[in-house]
């Protein structure tokens, strides 16, 4: 709840900073007001990372919560009706009445929420029960962060009891971490087992650490369960007692009165010389890491370290991390049918019941266990027993005995997070099961609803990336789709953390789902997520204080209707998500929603934008993508705000070249909007006054530029030079123009992402300097000298694309180059004969496709020496084209090689099959897979 009355607190800072005068009196009421949510926001905070949980302080949170959503309200409606001081007002009588008669009605609502906020803090005595439940909670707090349950109870030790029959797909696991414990030379070598909790760390590295192999393998064993609240002085103690016990030594008899300094002097010199294998079992964080490593010699006898931990960044770069992945499908069947039928087979009439709820297990081990308890209990013949319980495994996880311990341990990690970050993890609650989570989407509407912080130094959207990579550190979100550098695309949470957080969002009146017709709505709804049909059942009763509606799937008529009537109502909008609307015009309701932050029509059928948009002057984000807009309204021009603006639509159905993406006009005086960020995709070929204006937008870090001029090529190469924090650029030429950046001396030096689309006399030579550059497009360039010798030492460049980009006969990779390079892409390279890799070449390649390059010879000279590649695709190659069995052996090693190509209107992929496991090779044509869908380029 405390971090979410820091936005309202930083509105009420701004309300008092801001050029107007309030009614005498309010002021100080105002300030009553901010000081007092300061001094509540402390004390929530420290309850909160207490554990405490009583009734009593339940009861007030909610009382405090409501006033911290009334006020935030008031702020909204006052900083509206008193016009911002850059904006013209004017000033003839009737406006100053006006707002003489808005100051005195905040003069008197602030007064009312002041005196509110006293009746509240004199019934609870001035908080002075609040904190000695406070208190109570602190004492308590050990054995919550030891992974105990609400009834006391540790579950956490039960893996270490596992009997080896009751374990499945743990064998290639293990397999694995004994090579890795085993293997690496003689310097001490960490293994960090990572994982979400319940997902088997623990099990794993203890049948890793009970293996006769290994046991033999080392000197010295100890088991060292570290928690988050653990004590180093004990935890020393504890690795004494092991260790001296092992070796039958008497463990001295001033132990318990040592000092942390003696007991460290004393682990380190018992392990010097000897060849030990420690486990830290449970590592909370990096700092606890930190205080542990200086305990542990490094003599060179071969010692090895495994800790377990959930978060990724616990360990050094040198240290090897194994992930721990979900359990197989397979794999959780097995168990769970262990379980729930004592390894018999499921009744057939439960099979699709019993799969749905394993669905929500995720492959999590202890979910599977501890939920197949519960169902061991119930009558196989009472199949609506399984469907309620299917159907309801939120609130099972709430109130069965059965599920506390599983519900426990995943809440620890929630509680362990930091104040900022819980609201932005119960805010994906919003999105439904199963559901891909787009991160950039994620961190504009995180940043719309006020979540993000702004640090010096660093732009929102780049703090809002660093929360979702704390997240994934975290082990709460899992990765899904990774960009070419690494990072993360897009992600997704699992099931019963989701099941957690849509309970907990719920009760803090964060986020409300609309997802069936029985839903009972709060009092006041704050935030609704539509997930398919929309009933609404008298929400506009409710929902006069919404300030966020998104939609998913709701494209019916009826629902439709019901949320643009719902939209009619709710004047305190700070985001709206109609996403997948099929809307034929854009409602001018939208255009009187004065707060709104985040508009987004993507994937609608709208072909025009009123110019009514120049009222949302707070806009920051327009996301028209995929959309039949194609020109803008002047209008837009009057929002300063504005950080993101998306307009284009992709041309489907069609390989020409130049027809793939349909950008907007540009508009004039473009680069009044100084605040924009993102830019795309807009059409400059209205010469080199958009340039220009492009080129005054110093904010600007993503853009992309259609329909280029051979004769603004001037223009363009100093817009090039002066957008300086530019990160991802795009360009493409009209079609019959040359695209010209030869004149470009000074390039942005944070360029990672480069687009360059037409015809191209030169390589531009400045594009060798871009150490940050990690990927280069290059579409129709028809280039005659070889551009590989200026992309060759770029040290960050991970992705290569060639399309119709050269006309030579021989590409190149030589000795020493392109040691980032993972993926490359080579199509329609008309007059390409051969690609050869030197040994020692691009030792990180991992996927290769070749495509329509018709006159290529051979499959790449020297691919045999590229050991990491994954993936080998020859796409749409000519008829000719076959390997031969030399050619096979060449390829041996690599796990996949496809040969796909057309034929009767069907593409069809052959695999060479068995190549990755045993070097033979199959038949020509063998396993052959017909697809409709057309394939799309690299």
Known sequence: MAECLTFVLEKLTDLLEEKVNLVNGARRDVEYVRDELERIISFLRNADSAGSSDPELDVWVRQVRVLAHDIEDIVDNFMHQIPDSRDRF??????????????????????????????????????????????????????VGGGSTSSGIDRRGDALLLEEGELVGIDDRRKEVIFRVREGGLRLRVVSVVGMGGSGKTTLVKKVFDDDVVKKHFHNHAWI??????????????????????????????????????????????????????????????EAWEGIKHVLPDEEQGSRVIITTRFRDTVENDAYVYELDPLSEEDSWTLFCQKVFRGDSCPAHLVDICKNILRRCGGLPLAIVAISGVLSTKKVTNIDQWRTFMNGIGSELEGNDRLRSLKAILLLSFNHLPYYLKPCFMYLSKYPEDHLIEHN????????????????????????????????????????VTNDDGSVKSSCIHDLYRELIVQKSSDQNLMTLSSSENILWPKRVRRLSIHGTFHDNGVERYGSRLCSLQSFGAADSVS????????????????LDLRGIPLEKCPEIIFELFHLKYLCLRNSRIKRLPGLVKNLRKLEVLDLKETKITKLPTGILKLQHLRQLLVYHHVRDSYMPYNYVNAFKALKGIGRLKSLQKLGFIEASRGGRVLKEIASMTKLRKISLTELRAIDSIVLCTMIEKLRKITSLGLRAREGDILDLQLVSSPPPFLQRLYLNGRMQQFPHWIQSLSSLVKIYMRWSQLREDPLQYLQDLPNLVHIEFLQAYTGQVLRFKTGKFQKLKLLGLDKLETLKSVIFEEGTSPLLEKLIIQRCNLLESIPFGIEHLANMKVLEFFDMPGEFIMSDDEHLKVKHIPKVYLTYWRDGFWEVCPLEGLGNNGKSSEAGASIVRSQEQRNWL
């Open 441 to 480: 989407t994620l961190i504009r509407l995180w940043i719309a609803e006020g979540f993000v912080k702004q640090k010096e130094g660093r732009t929102l959207e780049e703090v809002a990336e660093g929360y979702l990579n704390e997240l994934i550190n975290r082990s709460l979100i899992r990765p899904m």
């Open 90 to 143: 004017p000033g003839n009588l009737i406006s100053c009445l006006k707002k003489l008669k808005t100051r005195h009605q905040i003069a008197s609502e602030i007064r009312e929420i002041k005196s509110r906020m006293k009746d509240v803090a004199e019934r609870h005595q001035r908080y002075g029960y609040l904190k000695s439940v406070l208190n109570q909670g602190s004492s308590m707090s050990d054995g």
């Open 225 to 286: 369960t570290v928690s988050e609240s653990f004590k180093m002085e004990e935890l020393l103690k504890d690795m004494i007692q092991q260790l001296y016990g092992q070796v039958k030594l008497p463990v001295p008899l001033e132990l318990g009165t040592m000092t942390s300094g003696r007991l460290k002097a004393m682990v380190k010199d018992f392990l010097r010389q000897r060849k030990f294998l420690l486990v830290f079992d449970d590592v909370w964080s990096a």
């Open 560 to 575: 439709v209707s019901g949320i643009l009537q719902l939209i009619g109502s709710c004047k305190l909008l700070k985001v």
